[in-house]
């Protein structure tokens, strides 16, 4: 009996092109499961499962419930943040002995904000094959869903819990560009948003993308200055996992000319396009004929 063979799922016409690819032994295979929507799962990553000797997962109720889903069982080896070294172990001897094991979280993709990177680390020290399986991740969903126009992003995960703690995390990241992101717990969205409000410039964008996938799925972008009340104005919205962005720092070339753009814009209101461009220029410091060139764009577009 081949190895296709021995998949419950090998029949189906749409797993036809992961049954005949390669899925050597001895190997830990990281497979990323849905954050929230449970037919997000990938057709490789149905198959692995179905494939492996047994599942190293965060909890065994969660991935045991996932499997059921979709027909299948497997031996579950519980591998979470208390015990991921003893576990890496435990895997490490099976995987010599020619197994291949599948590695989860309860959602998303294991080793980012979830236990994961220490067995990663040890099976690759033990000089083991890890083969990962791209999938959902809540992050990337989140920016691909932001409209937040940057080439650069920074994860930071989850803040401190204590408000010290949390507040000088923060402060550090005031000069970042890119744009940030968080996961938060429901029960601390609230002292995260007043955190983010104590620390950065309230004309920020923040993008709040909670229950990602699920029913309730919402995602809201706003400036930082609007974010506590917008929190505040649906009781609903202290449930549910977060992922919160945060648009990054403007450089300090960027930071002037917008500046100078808003004193413009301000003074036009006012004055002829003439004295609006000499008085932005005497504010900022800002070349007057460039001014006096933009003013007139502005003018032209109103």
């Known amino acids: 009996m081949t190895e296709s063979q021995t998949s419950p799922i090998a029949q189906l016409p749409v797993i036809g092109e992961a049954v005949h690819q ?33 599942v190293a997962c965060e909890d065994t109720r969660n991935t ?13 080896i519980a591998a979470h943040q208390h015990n991921e070294r003893e576990a890496a172990d435990k895997l490490i001897a099976r995987l010599q002995a020619g197994e291949r094991i599948a590695l989860v979280s309860d959602a998303g993709t294991p080793g980012v904000s979830d236990p994961g990177a220490r067995i990663v680390d040890a099976v690759r020290a033990a000089g083991l094959r890890v083969v990962p399986l791209p999938g959902a991740s809540a992050a990337v969903t989140a920016l691909s869903a932001s409209g937040l126009v940057n080439d650069q992003f920074y994860f930071v995960g989850f803040l401190p819990a204590k408000a010290r703690q949390r507040e000088s995390a923060l402060q550090k990241l005031l000069t970042v560009g890119a744009t940030m992101v968080f996961y938060e717990a ?34 809201h972008r706003c400036p930082l200055s609007e974010a506590l009340a917008w929190v505040k104005a649906d ?27 808003r ?27 460039a001014l006096y060139d933009r003013a007139l764009e502005i003018k032209g577009q109103d």
């Not at 929507?37 to 057709?43: C, E, K, L, Q």
């Not at 003439?274 to 008085?279: D, G, P, S």
């Open 64 to 76: 045991g419930h996932l499997l059921t889903r979709f027909g299948l069982s497997r031996p579950l």
């Open 235 to 261: 009781a609903h919205r202290e449930k549910g996992e977060y992922v919160v962005l945060l648009e990054g720092a403007q450089a300090e070339g960027d930071a002037e000319d917008a500046e100078a753009e």
């Open 186 to 219: 429901p029960h601390r969205i609230l002292d995260c948003v007043e955190a983010l409000a104590g620390v950065f410039e309230p004309a920020r964008q923040v993008v709040f993308a909670r229950e990602l996938t699920k029913l309730f799925e919402e995602i």
């Open 263 to 289: 004193i413009l814009h301000i003074l036009l209101a006012e004055c002829s396009v003439r004295q609006a461009a000499n008085l932005t220029a005497q504010i900022t410091g800002r070349k007057k004929n």
């Open 22 to 54: 390669s899925y050597p032994t001895a190997t830990l295979y990281i497979v990323a499961t849905p954050i929230g929507n449970v037919t997000d799962i990938s057709v490789r990553a149905l198959h692995v499962l179905a494939l492996v000797d047994a």
